[in-house]
């Protein structure tokens, strides 16, 4: 039996609930259902890589995090308004996911590697062309894979700022995919995903 299930604490529930106060706070609509999504497709991805799944999905729902509170009403829509505040999101989220694993309670149901894996993993997954590990690629495909899932999540961008993110996933995400089942999945995830944004343009 593992330690998560030996536990009286879920650190991955608490997480989920420490995540939900600032990710309703970030982007309109999108900070929490994307969360809950990227821990999906981690814990699908994690688990068929033989990967810690505390970790990533713990991860998973921090890595936004940071985002709340940036943005103005309506601006979010725009793609370059989010990629402005990537760099500023990245150390924001890794620092709330610093308070969040050293809590007393969580932090007795996590040893110390996984305190700072799941630090590192936040504050290191849009830097895609340095990512090394594994699990940096479960979750930057997990993360990318919940951009584009419509039956999880409404996309939040404008017509403009979705063919601009389709085109640097194109040039800057996928390629960098590493395990079979997310290049399967982005294969049946992304042409709908076109489809809805060509939709916009003709309407």
Known sequence: MSELETSQ???????????????????????????????????LLGKAANQD????????WLHDTGYARLFNEGDSKKYDEVLNKKVRHLNRSAGLARIFVNQKDVASCLNGEQKKRIVHLVKTHDKI?????????????????????????????????????????????????????GKEILSQLLPPFE???????SS
């Open 129 to 181: 062309e340095d990512l090394k590990d594994l699990d940096e690629f479960i979750l930057m495909e997990a993360d990318t894979l919940a951009q584009i899932d419509l039956n999880r999540v409404k996309p939040s961008f404008d017509y403009e700022g979705g063919i601009n993110y389709i085109k640097n996933l194109k040039k800057y995400r996928a390629p960098y995919f590493q395990t079979e089942l």
């Open 9 to 43: 604490i879920n650190p991955i529930k608490e997480a989920e609930k420490f995540a939900c106060r600032f990710l309703n706070e970030g982007r309109m609509d999108w900070d929490k259902p994307h969360s809950e999504a990227t821990a999906y497709y981690t814990n």
């Open 195 to 201: 489809e809805h944004f060509q939709k916009m343009a």
């Open 53 to 60: 799944i505390v970790v990533l999905n713990i991860a998973a």
